[in-house]
């Protein structure tokens, strides 16, 4: 390969160390078919770098998307269920103990059973609409 070639592809690379680089921009002054050469292979790899960038982001975007919403939701779900799962454990003590009221059992079972249904409903109508989602095909 010709010694002027290996220098036009060290330049578009930003290879070219301070000696070549002296020798890149003589070269470019004396050599206008270099010059132009340069320029329109420049001109293709800043297109091809930003198309690269652009589909790369619109990748993350969607992978994003796909992933991390259902990565979430589980999260949530998890989340949930432990502090109910602890909240339930406080609540076999309180039923237990026969120093508290039957009052206070009443009025906790029924907060324990009305934050559980409500819970449930919710859960359950998020993962219905996950399903059933009219606008899921249309890409941002």
């Known amino acids: 390969m010709d010694e002027n070639k290996i220098l036009l592809m060290k330049a578009?690379?930003?290879?070219l160390n301070e000696?070549?680089?002296?020798?890149?921009?003589?070269l470019l002054e004396s050599d206008t078919e270099i010059a132009a050469e340069f320029a329109a292979m420049a001109g293709t790899a800043s297109q091809l770098t930003s198309w690269r960038d652009?589909?790369?982001h619109e990748r993350a975007l969607k992978t994003v998307e796909k992933k991390g919403a259902p990565?979430?939701?589980a999260g949530v779900i998890i989340l949930g269920v432990s502090a109910l799962a602890a909240w339930g454990f406080g609540m076999v003590e309180v039923f237990m103990d026969p120093a508290v009221p039957d009052w206070v059992r009443w009025t906790t079972g029924a907060a324990a059973a009305g934050l559980t249904i409500a819970f449930t409903v919710?859960?359950?109508?998020?993962?219905a609409t996950l399903k059933t989602d009219s606008y899921g095909d249309?890409?941002?």
């Open 12 to 15: 578009l690379d930003g290879e």
């Open 19 to 26: 000696a070549e680089r002296r020798q890149w921009e003589s």
């Open 54 to 56: 652009r589909v790369m």
């Open 71 to 73: 990565l979430a939701m």
């Open 122 to 127: 919710v859960l359950w109508q998020r993962l």
């Open 138 to 140: 249309i890409e941002r």
